[in-house]
């Protein structure tokens, strides 16, 4: 889905009209702050002298780094009337007489080559742009990317939505509705970290690995929170781990923790069974009520509210794990993950 993002921004700039400048030194230090920070991070962005949505100066934003997997491409529109801000990538919809959200789906479907529906709200938000929402069929249910489309129905936005006003950290921190984490640590510590995994990842579980003894031997200093993001179009059972630790902080929320350790340290031995199995056997074995975790488990409703909670972390620009936000600021991990490490010590203060 990146890659198909990335490549769509070129498409656009040929479509695009001139406009008068803003404040580029404030749109490149809102830009620096919304988009992941990577080792040697460098951030341009230069104004587009094209016309695109209504209401919007289009600007080009180019990020480098060290790090190969975290430079990135992105179209930044601003308004200058009421200084929203959207960041992602933007793709024309066809000028035609049919219903934006045919014409949605239709453009879903040319980029991804499976099949969508489309539904755009009935009523505008700031500068008369509408939310949409793009569905399409999983095996775990309906799943949906979310979006915008301008005024003149011509462009469809992907990418999170901001104001110049607000910091990137806290319109981020209400998007992704922390209420829904699980949460350890002291509550009070200035210092705040969230996990975004997968349990099925290998890097996760590198990370993890690393990464909680840190946070084990910190607690007092750190008010942490780990939010669930199953790549399940990639990672055969990650949804199922997902859905049994969901089942097992509701049921016995004490041993979370524990089943997030065994999982990852035992990742490989999973993979070879039936994940059913495998938390059945578990809960079993560990005087977990099993009855009552395999209810929550197996729940369409639980299911659901996953499959929203993994849009909701897509529709703020993190598609890969693990991601860690390390006080309101998103770090790219990289391959090996020293530059993320040295940040989460670094917040800790510890070496």
């Given at each position: 889905m990146r890659k198909i993002l990335v490549a769509a921004i070129a498409a656009l700039l040929p479509t695009l009209a001139s406009a008068a400048p803003a404040d580029i030194a404030a749109l490149k230090a809102y830009a620096l702050r919304a988009l992941p920070r990577c080792s040697e991070n460098k951030v341009t962005i230069e104004a587009l002298d094209k016309a695109g949505p209504i209401g919007f100066l289009p600007y080009m934003v180019t990020q480098?780094?060290?790090?190969?997997?975290?430079?990135?491409?992105?179209?930044?529109?601003?308004?200058?009337?009421?200084?929203?801000?959207?960041l992602g990538s933007v793709f024309d919809l066809a000028p035609d007489a049919r219903s934006v959200d045919v014409r949605a789906a239709e453009r879903a479907?040319?980029?991804?080559?499976?099949?969508?529906?489309?539904?755009?709200?009935k009523f505008p938000l700031p500068d008369r742009i509408r939310a949409v929402s793009i569905f399409k069929q999983t095996q775990y249910g309906p799943f949906a990317y979310h979006g915008f489309v301008d005024a003149s129905e011509r462009y469809l936005v992907i990418g999170t939505r901001g104001s110049l006003l607000i910091p990137p950290s806290k319109t981020l921190l209400d998007a992704l509705a922390l209420q829904n984490a699980v949460r350890r640590g002291n509550a009070k510590a200035r210092t705040q970290i969230i996990e975004l995994s997968d349990f099925e990842c290998p890097t996760c579980r590198r990370?993890?690995?690393?990464?909680?003894?840190?946070?084990?031997?910190?607690?007092?200093?750190?008010?942490?929170?780990?939010?669930?993001?199953?790549?399940?179009?990639?990672?055969?059972?990650?949804?199922?781990?997902?859905?049994?630790?969901?089942?097992?902080?509701?049921?016995?929320?004490?041993?979370?923790?524990?089943?997030?350790?065994?999982?990852?340290?035992?990742?490989?031995?999973?993979g070879k069974r039936k994940f059913d199995d495998v938390i059945k056997e578990y809960c079993e074995d560990r005087d977990i009520n099993w009855p009552a975790v395999e209810k929550v488990y197996r729940s369409p409703a639980e299911r659901s509210a996953l499959l929203e909670?993994?849009?909701?972390?897509?529709?703020?620009?993190?598609?890969?794990?693990?991601?860690?936000?390390?006080?309101?600021?998103?770090?790219?991990?990289?391959?090996?993950?020293s530059f993320t490490i040295k940040a989460v010590k670094d917040a800790l203060g510890v070496k």
């Open positions: 480098t780094s060290s790090d190969a997997t975290c430079g990135k491409q992105t179209v930044l529109l601003y308004s200058p009337t009421t200084q929203q801000i959207l479907m040319e980029l991804l080559k499976v099949p969508f529906t489309a539904t755009a709200a990370a993890h690995l690393k990464v909680e003894p840190l946070i084990e031997k910190n607690l007092s200093k750190v008010d942490y929170y780990r939010l669930d993001l199953p790549l399940f179009e990639h990672h055969e059972w990650a949804v199922p781990a997902a859905m049994a630790a969901r089942a097992i902080h509701k049921v016995a929320p004490a041993k979370y923790w524990a089943f997030v350790n065994y999982v990852y340290e035992n990742q490989e031995q999973i909670q993994v849009a909701r972390i897509f529709d703020n620009g993190v598609v890969s794990t693990p991601t860690y936000i390390v006080n309101g600021q998103i770090m790219g991990f990289g391959p090996e993950g």
